[in-house]
């Protein structure tokens, strides 16, 4: 039973872990562009972002 929990665990992780790296990546894609002062795309990153998490 521990062993299925710490694998649920680690799994779970692994998934924040990604998904935060996509958003970090996703916003140095957007300062690159130089479009990142505009809300829309701005909110959209970081709404997408924290819907992941849950």
């Known amino acids: 039973m521990k062993v299925i929990c710490l694998i ?3 799994s779970c992780l692994v998934k924040h ?3 935060t790296q996509k958003y970090i990546s996703e916003l140095t ?3 690159k562009s130089k479009d990142y ?3 829309d795309k701005t909110y959209f ?4 972002f924290l ?3 849950l």
């Open 45 to 48: 990153c970081i709404s997408y």
């Open 8 to 10: 649920e665990i680690s």
């Open 29 to 31: 894609e957007l300062k």
């Open 51 to 53: 819907l992941r998490l």
């Open 37 to 39: 002062m505009q809300p």
């Open 17 to 19: 872990t990604e998904v």
